[in-house]
């Protein structure tokens, strides 16, 4: 489902050829999309949660010594806390991401309900004293996504970033809801594309290849 006016119009479309176009498209789309999700409904989106939640299970199993990364959730995001402890409960690790500073890496700290935790970037709380993991699967929320499961996030690039440079490429996969769907986020070179989007509506896998050339 695209949402209403998510997209630009053709003739837009076609003026999008510089990196500086697409992110400052990429900005006016992102603090729309951030606006509307903080503007819904606080039931809604816990019921989004829920049903997101049983998306990802399916899509995680087998859980037993699998290390899932999941996030804090910040701004209105789907709240998956819940679906810690089934993997704990299934005997799979839990981690956390943590920004060490700007334009580096993410590290992942495990974490379980109980563990200590301490305000990060933004406030957002990151593990105290979690020993460093390598997933084996990565939950990045999403500010917005397309059909060929392209990631809009803060702009940070902080999961691109990690993603590229992990020993091993875990199963990545994108949440979020199901109205933040734009045609395309104009994917550039560093972009990395999800393995599958979850939102509540659905369990969308890559369409097609669309990276923008340099």
């Known amino acids: 489902m695209v949402a209403s006016g998510s997209g630009p119009t053709m003739e837009a479309r076609a003026s999008l050829k510089s990196h ?7 900005k006016e789309v992102r603090s729309r999309l951030i606006a509307d999700r903080l503007a819904m409904d606080a039931n809604d989106r816990r019921q989004h949660s829920v049903k997101i939640a049983l998306h990802l299970s399916h899509l995680i199993e087998p859980l037993f010594e699998r ?20 993997v704990l409960e299934g005997g799979g690790r839990c981690a956390l991401p943590v920004v060490v500073e700007k334009k580096t890496p993410l590290v992942f700290r495990l974490w379980k309900p109980g563990d ?10 990151i593990p105290a004293d979690g020993a460093e993991a390598s997933p084996d699967v990565v939950i990045a929320p999403v500010v917005g996504f397309d059909s060929a499961c392209y990631r809009l996030g803060y702009g940070g690039g902080f999961f691109d970033r990690t993603l590229a440079n992990l020993p091993h490429r875990p199963l990545t996969i994108g949440v979020g809801y199901d ?7 104009y994917p550039l070179p560093h972009d990395v594309r999800m393995e599958a989007i979850v939102t509540e509506r659905e369990i969308l896998r890559p369409k097609s290849e669309c990276k923008q050339e340099e």
């Open 179 to 185: 109205a933040t769907s734009v045609s395309t986020i």
């Open 20 to 26: 500086a176009q697409i992110f400052a498209w990429r």
């Open 116 to 125: 200590r935790l301490v305000p990060g970037v933004w406030n957002i709380p």
């Open 67 to 86: 290390t899932v990364s999941f996030y804090w959730p910040f701004r209105g995001e789907p709240d998956l806390r819940p679906l810690i402890q089934t």
